[in-house]
């Protein structure tokens, strides 16, 4: 059984790698289906082009001629299907203003639908096109014939077809381009590149700017990949010098199967080149993808050139400029999607800037123009609708749209598109709404409509603090604001980073990602330095991480790493810039400390000079968790009230999935029910399978002060089992954690239902049991639990602690402490009749306790009904949290935070409209009641209050929005 499922499964990963079906023409046994005629012209198989295997259809017509396709395999199949319909590759020789037609007609011979395409360019050029959604053909119909006209008006041609498929799948990613068009109306998922293209530039408001001021951004440009030609003296200029000659070796190693030849007619003899979209297997024969020449060869040659100033290196890549445009990397090719090739090509982009000043006119500008379509740079022209833009456009077309702009050889062109550069960063670098974009009001980083922090949002981060220093002290230069944006995002990342390392519930589908901050120091020099002074925070926050042993190791690493995939990185100038800002005199910055809450993340940070915690929920406007087929497929519980902790003195931490034996039902912190791993990976639950929302709206917390802060979620699963609920809080205090749950419920009988205290792979760890509740340890916690049954799975060192709350469980509770240091006499009093703690509220209306020692109340508030009349806060018209914290004469600081979005959300991020993604959050009047009367102040904005005596109420109103944290100072009135 075994051996013959490995069978199927070797059997359906070659379908899927080839994907040539039977169906599709390949001509590679030199025939012409007997059922193709042409009326006026000829057809054959030839060798003289092809793009895959070493034949084609060569299609010699005359004007007005008909190739009619009777019953070509396949399209009976892919007439059925809501998404069949025609892939191809299409070499034209003779550019035309005229198109060639597709008719694809019923047996009857009546017309049921058509796809009109442009010949007006030389080489291959990609059809991916739906029957139905693209050209509207009726479900009902049926293909029987398809027929191609060719030009009415042009006396003839030769054109050449090749892997023509009739199929019941084009992909959901095709794109229109300069030849056909598709029915895309959504481009939240695929850009409008064609849209972009024909966009006209905007001539008014134009910044002018002198010779010298755009050649200093060259000329910044040019250090930044080449240096200052000084000689290399501190440790990472000569492992980054060392290791990019390893890189321009490697890469002319791998150019000299590279032939430069050319055919009779001028067009390169080179191999087929095949977008990242096509199979890696085509008629049996790896394909060559134009990403492999981007990342590996085309970089290194430039470099050589530049660096080396060796004359073959710029001759090949001359070549492969000709030999990409004829496989059909030009202005205008879409090749069937260029969703991904689009963020994998910046080998191609640096290389054209390095080179331009030794390209010869002609291909200068055809390759100008290839950039210009494949940057996108026409969004640059059009006025956006919204703030922000998604980090996959920023991380990997920021830099190259302004290669583009500094490449335009007329003056005043070059101004307009400069000026439009200028104006499109200022506003992607803004602050977007609901779940577009990438820069978040907290300075949470988006992509995929969600925080993600492992990747994207740090590349995006350093791609426009790169922007930022490239044109500062230019009429080009970045906003105020824009500037203001990097620094906090960029100081932001720096607090919630442990060490070098990013919380789990924010790492996507990249679990062992977590580290990164290392490479977004390089950021912080771009940005301390584009201001006439350096930065002092930023130079300070950038001197204190270098400084740790952590970062010396990481940093070299990252210096070594030497490519062009995704971007091309830490240069020879970006080198430079960290150690001039490395020599500034600035002192570093004192040990961070606080407390934060990120409501576009769902998280709360809370840390120490030794301890690091990060606490993570989901909601109706936070998805769960992301993965794919191969990335992350265990990790549904991330956001289900992770209690994530990092030892920063010990070097541990509570979240390791890179131990093979890691248990993912058993995620410190967090609700759950043990699943086997066939079942917890599973993704049927929804049409997505992954990045589900909830369909509860509290998901809140408040940062207090530096030592006191609080986090609380109503947990709903309406995904895999909708009856699956909890509330869980937690309260910050300086010594301990206090954790509480209520109301967890779920009518699933087959699997248990538990909260995780923790799971360690070190042996150094505790258990005992004593009258009130339990105490364990961890290598670096100890933990109090307050009744309820506790279980410990040993297995080695592997160990699982966990609160077990039954297979059923209606109304569960928990309540337990994480204390900061193993104080057992802490713990105990903790659990008995003298704790300093006050349980008010533990239900399904409000979660509300008080530090009586320290005259600290806090409060999660999830029903707005319920009165309180006991308590300062009596009542709110809103479900909110609070900390209320004793001041002198009976005044106390109120900090809250009411965290509903008020937008649109869905079941999962697949189900959102381009409509959803862009809803503004709106501001809500929230009134608190409180007992007493009070003068009320708000640091943060103008507040309503008014005071009834004869009930002795104070009323406070404030317009709350994104779930902001604000603070209320409440002054106790003489009457």
């Known amino acids: ?173 095709n794109m229109s381009d300069a030849q056909y068009k598709v029915n895309r109306t959504d481009h939240s998922l695929i850009p409008d590149f064609i849209g ?8 008014d408001k134009v910044i002018s700017a002198t010779d010298i001021q755009i050649k200093n951004i060259t000329d910044r440009l040019t250090a930044w990949y080449l240096g200052s030609n000084q000689q290399a003296t501190g440790k990472w200029e000569i492992i980054r010098k060392d290791n990019e000659n390893i890189f321009i070796h490697n890469g002319l190693t791998a150019a000299e199967k590279i032939k430069i030849q050319y055919n009779k007619d001028n067009t390169p003899k080179g191999e087929p080149l095949f977008p990242m979209s096509a199979p890696d297997i085509i008629e049996g024969q790896p394909t060559t993808k134009f990403k492999t020449v981007n990342e590996k060869i085309l970089l290194p040659l430039s470099l050589d050139y530049r660096k080396n100033n060796n004359e073959q290196s710029l001759k090949k890549v001359l070549y492969i400029y000709d030999w990409f445009n004829d496989q059909g990397w030009a202005d205008g090719s879409g090749m069937g999607t260029l969703c991904f090739e689009k963020l994998r090509s910046s080998g191609y982009f640096h290389s054209f800037f390095l080179l331009k000043e030794q390209l010869p006119h002609d291909i200068f500008e055809r390759e100008l123009q290839a950039l210009y379509w494949f940057t996108m740079f026409g969004i640059c022209y059009q006025t956006p609708e919204h703030a922000g833009e998604v980090a996959d456009n920023l991380r990997a077309l920021a830099i190259p749209k302004l290669i583009y702009a500094l490449s335009v050889k007329d003056k005043q062109e070059q101004q307009v598109a400069l000026t439009a550069f200028k104006n ?27 925080p993600y922090h492992s990747a994207y949002y740090p590349h995006a981060l350093y791609a426009g603090s790169l922007i930022a220093y490239l044109l500062h002290d230019t009429p080009y230069a970045l906003s105020e604001t824009s500037i203001y944006n990097l620094k906090r995002g960029l100081l932001t ?10 919380p789990a519930g924010t790492v996507g589908r990249f679990p062992n990602g977590q580290q990164i901050l290392e490479t977004l120091l390089p950021a912080f020099a771009y940005v301390a330095l584009s201001k006439k002074e350096p930065d002092k925070e930023l130079t300070a926050a950038f001197k204190r991480i270098i400084e740790t042993e952590e970062y010396q190791q990481a940093i070299t690493k990252y210096i070594r790493n030497v490519n062009s995939n995704l971007a091309y990185t830490s240069t020879i100038g970006e080198i430079e810039l960290l150690t001039k800002l490395a020599s500034i005199s600035t002192p570093k910055e004192k040990a961070v400390a606080g407390s934060l809450f990120m409501p576009y993340s769902g998280l709360l940070v809370a840390k120490d000079s030794l301890l690091h915690f990060n606490i993570k929920g989901f909601s109706r406007y936070i998805w769960d968790f992301e993965s794919s087929a191969t990335e992350n497929t265990k ?17 541990h931490k509570s979240f390791n999935p890179q131990e093979i034996n890691f248990d993912w039902n ?43 802060a609080m986090f609380s979620f109503r947990m709903h699963d309406i995904t895999y089992d909708q009856s699956f609920r909890a509330n869980k809080s937690v309260f910050v205090f300086e010594d301990f954690l206090l954790c509480l749950g209520s109301d967890i419920q779920t009518k699933d009988k087959r699997y248990q239902t538990v909260t995780t205290l923790f799971q360690s792979f070190n042996s150094n760890t505790s258990e005992e049991k004593i009258p009130e509740g339990y105490i364990l340890t961890d290598p670096s916690l100890m933990y109090a639990v307050k009744g309820g049954t506790v279980q410990t799975l040993c297995e080695g060192s592997h160990t699982r602690a966990y609160i077990e709350h039954g297979n059923t469980p209606e109304s569960a509770q928990y309540q337990y ?159």
């Open 493 to 502: 990342f720096r607090f919630f980073c442990a060490g070098l390392n990013i």
């Open 817 to 975: 402490y994480i204390l900061k240091s193993k104080n057992k006499a802490l713990a105990r009093q903790l659990l008995s009749n003298y704790s300093p703690i006050e349980i008010i509220a533990q239900d399904n209306d409000a979660h509300i306790v008080t530090h009586k020692t320290q005259g600290i109340t806090c409060g999660a508030l999830f029903n707005a009904r319920k009165k309180y009349e006991n308590q300062l806060v009596s009542q709110v018209n809103i479900p909110l949290a609070y900390i209320q914290e004793k001041q002198i004469n009976n005044s106390f600081k109120l900090s809250i935070c009411e965290p509903d979005m008020r937008r649109a959300s869905r079941p999962h991020m697949g189900l959102l409209t381009e409509e959803d993604v862009i809803q503004q959050e709106k501001p809500y009047d929230t009134q608190l009641t409180v007992n007493g009367l009070y003068n009320v102040e708000c640091p943060q904005k103008t507040i309503k209050v008014s005071l009834d005596k004869e009930k002795n109420k104070t009323y406070i109103t404030i317009s709350t929005i994104r779930g902001e944290n604000y603070t209320l100072l409440l002054h106790q009135t003489d009457n």
């Open 424 to 450: 499109y960063m200022d506003n992607a670098l803004s602050i977007a709404p609901g779940f577009f974009g990438t820069f978040k009001a907290d300075f949470s980083g988006y992509h995929h409509r969600g």
């Open 196 to 203: 972009y293209r024909n966009t006209k530039p905007q001539t």
């Open 666 to 708: 058993y995620i410190p912190g967090a609700t759950t029910k043990v699943l086997p791993d066939k079942i917890l990976q599973d993704k049927g639950g929804s049409s997505s399978g992954h990045r589900n929302f909830s369909d509860e709206t509290f998901l809140t917390g408040v940062h207090a002060s530096e030592k006191n």
């Open 1 to 173: 059984m075994i051996k013959n499922t490995r069978i199927l499964a070797l059997l359906l990963t070659f379908l899927t790698t080839t994907s040539v079906f039977p169906q599709t023409y390949s001509f590679e046994n030199s025939k012409v289906p007997d059922n193709w005629k042409i009326d006026k012209g000829a057809i054959n198989a030839t060798g003289d082009k092809y793009k895959a295997g070493k034949q084609s259809l060569q299609i010699k017509w005359e004007q007005g001629a008909v190739l009619t396709l009777t019953t070509p395999n396949g399209l009976s199949e892919a007439c059925k299907s809501r998404n069949g319909g025609i892939s191809t590759w299409i070499y034209n020789e003779s550019p035309t203003e005229e198109p060639m037609i597709f008719f694809f007609k019923d047996s009857k011979g009546k017309e049921v639908c058509q796809l009109p395409f442009l010949l007006n360019f030389k080489g291959w050029r990609c059809i991916w096109a739906k029957f139905q959604n693209d050209m509207n053909m009726s479900a009902k119909s049926t293909i029987s014939t398809v027929e191609l006209h060719f030009p009415q008006h042009t006396s003839k041609g030769v054109t050449y077809i090749d892997l023509l498929e009739f199929t019941p799948r084009v992909s959901w990613q």
């Open 635 to 651: 990790g549904r519980y991330l956001s289900y009230g992770q209690i994530e902790y990092f030892d920063l003195k010990n070097k």
